[in-house]
């Protein structure tokens, strides 16, 4: 591999990596201003880290993030929303063959 292709290829882990510390902050942020009672805050930065993880293909953490919609959407009393939102983190799960995630979502 020339040298100059695998100084790409090291800028770009570098910078996936520093996306995925992007993720997490964001959600860090939704954790925050959950538990301070600011769901539509929290929603915002968990929509934003979910977009993020499924560029990024980290099926764990987006199911994950869904499962937090869920949720928030049902703190703010949009069921419909909180439904979709946990079938979307078990259909994940079920693609990863999550055992404790999907029990954990039922």
Known sequence: MPPRWQNGKQHSITLAHSIADISKFLVNL????YSLGL???ALGYYQ???VIDNELGDKSAESAYFSNLGLVYYNLGQYPN?????QQ?????K????????SNTR
């Open 30 to 33: 939704a954790a925050v201003n």
């Open 39 to 41: 769901y539509q805050k």
């Open 48 to 50: 934003q880290a979910v």
């Open 82 to 86: 909180a439904l979709e939102s946990y």
């Open 89 to 93: 983190a078990l259909a994940i799960q």
């Open 95 to 102: 693609e990863v063959a999550d055992k404790n995630g999907q």
